[in-house]
């Protein structure tokens, strides 16, 4: 059920001496007349609301149409929603900078060929390159001279390193 009010007729709504001549199904505007004799339109979709201008006096000529533009600018629809397209590029900046962050910060791990005298071995929780020697029964120093670059204190898991054949 929808609410009423004793504030919902024309008289406590519209202005002294404008009142509503006219409704366009087409467009969905609502035609008003002041009291000079001007006439007045709703923004489609809006019994009330902001009116816009349509022309300055009513003329005795029938055969003048009433709805004839006037010589005032028009605000386009991309004026009318210039706050809310600045509102939404600042959201879609933030997204795309949070996006940025959170994908800078992952780790990529280039893929590591093995030469043809060694063999890959995928690093697990807990390893060292000592345990990794040890492990396969190379020499600690041909693990490190086969995997140049290679921070033993950094071992990340799930990596590949190359482990020398014996």
């Excluded at 009423?4 to 406590?12: L, N």
């Excluded at 396969?136 to 482990?163: F, M, T, W, Y």
Aim: with cysteine.
């Amino acid at each position: 059920m929808s609410r009423w009010s004793q504030y919902d007729t024309d008289d406590e709504r519209l202005p002294d001496g404008m009142q509503r001549i006219g409704y366009d199904a087409d467009t969905q505007t609502y035609s008003f007349r002041d009291a000079d004799g001007s006439l007045w339109e709703s923004a489609p979709g809006n019994q009330y609301g902001q009116l816009h201008r349509v022309s300055s006096t009513l003329r005795d000529d029938a055969t003048e149409s009433p709805h004839v533009a006037s010589d005032e600018p028009t605000t386009s629809w991309r004026h009318d929603m210039m706050p809310l397209l600045n509102w939404f590029l600042l959201v879609g900046l933030f997204l795309l900078f949070i996006l940025w962050f959170i994908g800078g910060t992952t780790k990529r791990v280039n893929a590591t060929i093995c030469p043809d005298h060694s063999s890959p071995y995928k690093i697990r929780s807990g390893d060292s390159c000592w345990a990794i020697a040890e492990e396969r029964g190379v020499p600690l120093e041909s693990l490190l001279q086969q995997n140049q670059g290679l921070d033993c204190d950094k071992l990340a898991v799930g990596s590949i390193v190359c482990i020398p054949k014996v």
